[in-house]
């Protein structure tokens, strides 16, 4: 029996040291940003997270614009719904993107700005928005997503957190 307990234990003890010391956070940055890429553009929307006046989160499920492959996002709203009053109070937002499967997500974390300029509305305007607005001088602001960090875990590409602080694969986005 003690026999038996100990081999059992040694085996456990064995399994964690190869599963510790076989993770690698040392993904490189290219294979992160693609991963990522592909994850976001193949989302069809996102869950938008701002700050309310308590510094509590606020989170929505919203429809990106991803305008190209270097995170530049871009969403719309009503100029005088929650999230805008939010941004202009403290702008530092998380943006969450979940593949189809459910295995894998990419979090940004980063700043938005509101463009009420209609140049630029036209410019960075998804048709899957026009049933919404009507008016898209007056009925819509946009919100231009700066990223400052990024996170990943994708188990379809191998990229796994740490198995002892669960720290996702990131980056750091240089301003």
């Not at 709203?77 to 943006?95: A, E, M």
């Not at 919404?132 to 602001?141: A, S, V």
């Amino acid at each position: 029996m003690f026999f038996n307990s100990y081999i059992s234990h040694l085996i456990a003890i064995l399994f964690m040291v190869i599963s510790i010391s076989s993770f690698s956070q040392e993904y490189s940055e290219k294979n992160i940003i693609d991963v990522a890429n592909s994850i976001v553009n193949d989302s069809n929307s996102c869950v938008f997270i701002t700050l309310d006046s308590n510094n509590n989160p606020t989170s929505r499920l919203m429809d990106p614009y991803i305008y190209n492959n270097n995170f530049e996002i871009y969403l719309v709203t009503n100029p005088n719904s929650r999230k805008v009053s939010h941004i202009r109070d403290d702008n530092r937002i998380t943006l969450n993107f979940t593949s189809k499967d459910g295995g894998s997500y990419v979090s940004i974390n980063g700043t938005a700005k509101l463009i009420n300029v209609l140049n630029l509305k036209k410019k960075f305007w998804k048709s899957t928005w026009t049933p919404y607005y009507n008016n898209l001088e007056t009925d819509c602001i946009l919100i231009k997503i700066t990223p400052k960090t990024l996170e990943l875990v994708s188990s379809s590409n191998d990229i796994t957190s740490d198995p002892y602080t669960w720290k996702p694969a990131s980056i750091i986005f240089q301003p």
